[in-house]
């Protein structure tokens, strides 16, 4: 059984994200990082190799997490990993090589999505529904305020390899959320060797972080 985890966020968000997740698996050891893009700057390659990085400083092998666009940062930074054991993809873009999540979206921002085009950055807005819909109002409000702009390089600079073609993957479709919308997850988990589903929004991790945990400790074992 693995017994080590690597929790990597989405687009906008920290570590701080999974908190209350790493609580709940305080018997494994749980590493949860920051993606270098979300600081406004860096792109893929860098998340990428932060992922590499972390699955390299546990020192053994262990299960990657990656929410949303954190899909894409697990699978280019977890292929040939000697560390890298398995995948879950948390309502999470799960695309082929030569993807970008830009190409994924049809190369159109939704509306709440504000693009800084002088910063080359990108931030979500009016997130209570877009992505907390189901979080209790004080949890939507401090999470809305820890977010920080992403460089448009992460979403644009395409895959060059997919972890998941090699190693056990799980997708978990998140079905009432409305960032991703759940029949564009399901058309991605077609991808995956096991889906689990949870009713609800973008954020599990906040909204439901027991289901969240249980889900990693089934494709633990």
């Not at 666009?69 to 309502?91: K, N, P, T």
Request: with cysteine; charged share 20%; hydrophobic share 50%.
């Amino acid at each position: 059984m693995i017994e080590a985890v690597l929790l990597v966020p989405g687009s906008w968000r920290g570590a701080w994200c999974y908190d209350a997740v790493a609580e709940r698996l305080a018997d494994l050891r749980v590493v949860a990082i920051d993606l270098p893009s979300n600081d406004g700057a860096a792109g893929l390659a860098e998340d990428a190799a932060a992922v590499r990085d972390a699955l390299d400083g546990i020192g053994e092998r262990a299960l990657a997490v990656g929410h949303s666009y954190g899909g894409i940062a697990i699978s280019e930074g977890a292929a040939g990993s000697a560390h890298a054991a398995a995948l879950v993809y948390l309502c999470a873009f799960m695309l082929e090589p030569g993807q970008a999540l830009l190409d994924a979206m049809h190369h159109e921002l939704p509306p709440w999505i504000a693009l800084d085009e002088a910063a080359g950055t990108h931030l979500a807005q009016g997130t209570d529904r877009s992505l907390y819909g189901d979080c209790p109002a004080d949890v939507a409000k401090t999470a809305a305020e820890r977010l920080t702009p992403q460089s448009v390089a992460a979403i644009a600079t395409p895959q060059t390899v997919a972890a998941w073609q090699a190693l056990p993957s799980t997708y978990v479709i998140c079905e009432k959320d409305q960032a991703v919308p759940p029949p564009v997850q399901e058309a991605m988990a077609s991808r995956a060797a096991t889906v689990e589903r949870l009713p609800s929004s973008h954020s599990p991790f906040l909204s439901c972080p027991d289901d969240v945990a249980a889900i990693v400790r089934r494709a633990l074992s």
